[in-house]
């Protein structure tokens, strides 16, 4: 029988703040930078659309291959343990990459669609290379259900201060129409991300039990060529749904929370403080519905509280296209930040669910690359996104670094704002109704399997 060791709090803490760190520097990143470059250094739409969509094509390598590397066995394993050493060498230059977006050495076109290029698809390498292994130790870890969903729990709560600190820190130095208060403010975020970095060190240590079992899943194990697991993966319902549901979330991420400066700065007409009063809002209804969601997952099962996560912010989206107000809007976001809540604070516990499937089906371990093909999916919202951002404002003719907007480019933030994740939330409550079905008795049936087969 495969033992279920059980971590202390200060780990299960420790580990979690990866959350933090994950949703600090997603929300510092998908927030300002397509308004950065287009509204500051001025490099048109058209041209920040292809530099992402040029990601896009890296990302489609970067992520699935990081996590078939990760894998693999490395003369570190002994000593370290499979996942540590690739997230020592990863976070710091992840943390670093973010400042140095936003360091543009000249305004020339070129040189600007260079430097985005270049800075954005090392920021994703280097997060592929510690997100991959951070959630990839996950489910090999914490093995019981209730230490899945406590850790979970701190993963989202401290993800949900993560996002809003993303949210609310770079404004306080940010002046809009000053390019330099943008580097000072990737300074801070540079700052806050390497300590939460070095917090996480001790949840990221994998114990000589864990160093144990890798070297002996990795001996035992036959040797597959990157596509025959990815293959494999496409075929598998549930990890299909659980990949959907996960891109819909960081759409959001990047519709939502990268219209943020747009929607403060022409429909509210306000300044950037605004943009720490709407983060603020969304702060206290995700922190506050937590243990809601945790006490439900455990009481209902990861499925059913996935489907409340999908269906109630489709629905809550209907109401930015009549809100135009401060109030409005403050209620709004927090009633976004509520009901969102049910998918972040399960995507772990969930995620674990998923792989523990595929673990039995195969009798094999390979978290890294079925985590990898999930960062993959999900970082393809900031490509989907940028080009979201780049035909909407090109069709309603927005005005970059304007004072003012059209009502078919405001109209044109709405969109981008509300409809298209909408769309996205409202198909991923479709197939978690249809077509996902770890139901918790199946859940528990693989669990008692996983146990027989000491995986």
Known sequence: ?????????????????????????????????????????????????????????????????????????????????????????????????????????????????????FTICMFDFFYSLWMTNWLALFPDKFRSIEERTKVGGFSTLLGQVGLSFGMLIPPIFITYGNIDSYAISGAVVLFIGLISGFLMI???????????????????????????????????????????????????????????????????????????????????????????????????????VYMYGSIFPAIIFISFFFISDIIGTIIGTALLGITIGAIWTLMYPTFSDVIDEIVVKTGKRKEGIYTGIRTFFGRS?????????????????????????TGLALFGIRVIMALVPMIFYFISFLLIWKVYDLKPDKVQMIKEELNRLSL
């Open 202 to 304: 001790p949840g990221m240590r994998e114990d000589k039990e864990l160093r144990v079992r890798a070297i002996k899943m990795i001996e035992e194990e036959e040797s597959e060529s990157f596509f025959q697991v990815l293959k494999f993966a496409m075929k598998q319902k549930n990890f299909v749904v659980y990949v959907f549901v996960y891109l819909a979330q960081m759409m959001l991420f990047m519709l939502v929370l990268g219209s943020v400066q747009y929607w403060v700065r022409y429909i509210l007409k306000e300044g950037e403080i605004m943009e720490m009063v709407i983060s603020a809002a969304f702060l206290v209804g995700s922190v506050i519905s937590v243990p809601l969601w945790v006490f439900l997952g455990r009481k209902s099962g990861n499925r059913k």
């Open 381 to 405: 919202s900031n490509i989907i996104g940028a080009i979201v951002f780049a035909t909407v404002h090109m069709f309603t003719s927005y005005a970059p670094g304007g004072s003012d907007q």
């Open 1 to 117: 029988m495969s033992k279920q060791k059980n971590y202390s709090t200060a780990i299960h803490t420790s580990y979690g703040m990866g959350g933090f760190l994950d949703n600090f520097l997603t929300a510092a990143f998908t927030i300002r930078v397509i308004g950065f470059y287009e509204d500051e250094i001025l490099l048109p739409i058209f041209l920040i659309g292809v530099a992402y969509i040029l990601y896009g094509i890296w990302n489609m390598f970067n992520d699935p291959v990081t996590g078939y590397l990760s894998d693999r066995k490395t003369r570190f394993i002994t000593r370290w343990g499979r996942r540590y050493p690739w997230f020592i060498i990863a976070f710091a230059p992840y943390t670093l990459f973010y400042l140095l977006i936003f360091t543009v050495p000249s305004s020339d076109t070129i040189i600007a669609f260079f430097w985005l290029l």
